[in-house]
């Protein structure tokens, strides 16, 4: 996604921002974590829609592993009531580490020829190697549900809010 620009309508996000700076930080945090968490939730189901699967033109073995391993990996930096929380939506671990030369596609890898190849030892080149297409399943994904993330972000901020408000008030 390296030098593609994204723009998205956001509205009613100062107003939420606002009322969210007048809870104390700790509800603060909690509120802001799982209004980010909850509002990367279709992203993560939409990046699982779109794993190439058997019947998708994939050529590959379809094990749902890389389906299984999609989710959300939050993070939290600086002290309590100043905390930056950022959301990774991806491929969670090393167990599918393949994920990238499906997503971006690959060359195949040309193999040694021959009694060189049996000792380990240079040797001819397969020339008919060739290339993987690539089989995107993040970044349409991303594409489909970017404005819907950043506006239920919103929503679940301002009921969050709301909800602690609530709280307080009783």
């Not at 390296?2 to 996000?13: I, R, Y």
């Not at 509800?27 to 189901?45: M, S, T």
């Not at 195949?108 to 397969?126: N, Q, V, Y």
């Amino acid at each position: 996604m390296a030098g593609e620009t994204v723009t998205v309508h956001v509205s009613g996000l100062a107003e939420a921002v606002k009322a969210l700076g007048e809870l104390e930080p700790r509800v603060r945090d909690r509120v802001l974590r799982k209004a980010v968490r909850d509002a990367c939730k279709p992203f993560v189901q939409a990046a699982k829609g779109h794993v190439p699967g058997a019947g998708a033109g994939y050529q590959g073995k379809a094990t749902g592993l890389l389906q299984r391993l999609i989710g959300i990996k939050m993070r939290q930096k600086g002290a309590s009531g100043e905390k930056m929380v950022t959301a990774q939506v991806g491929v969670l671990g090393f167990a599918a580490s393949y994920a990238h030369l499906l997503e971006l596609g690959h060359r195949i890898a040309p193999r040694r020829k021959g009694f060189w190849a049996l000792l380990g030892l240079p040797g001819k080149r397969d020339p008919a190697a060739g290339s993987v297409p690539a089989h995107p399943f993040l970044k349409p994904a991303f594409d489909a549900e970017a404005e819907h993330v950043v506006n239920s972000l919103v929503d679940t901020l301002e009921a969050g809010v709301a909800r602690e408000a609530a709280a307080l008030a009783t």
